[in-house]
């Protein structure tokens, strides 16, 4: 699967610190629980990255689909 791909699959997706000082992205969904830990810098950069592709998404005219409250969204 590639960026460009739609897809049906459906995951939930939280985000938050974990009690040893780390930035959770933890991904559930299709018979997977994904817990992935970064340090608080690579976590700016995955913001930045977020922001960027947000950023770069509105530019070509569609606006994109919005995930919905928590996070939740079609991947």
Request: glycine content about 18%.
């Given at each position: 699967?590639?960026?460009?791909?739609?897809?049906?699959l459906a995951a939930n997706l939280q985000?938050?610190?974990t009690t040893l000082g780390m930035v959770?992205?933890?991904v559930e969904g299709g018979g997977i629980d994904l817990p992935l830990d970064f340090d608080p810098d690579e976590a700016d950069e995955i913001a930045e990255e977020l922001r960027s592709a947000a950023e770069a998404a509105r530019s070509m005219g569609s606006?994109?689909?919005p995930a919905g409250k928590g996070g939740k969204g079609k991947r």
């Open positions: 699967m590639s960026i460009n791909k739609e897809s049906d985000i938050g610190p959770r992205i933890y606006g994109g689909k």
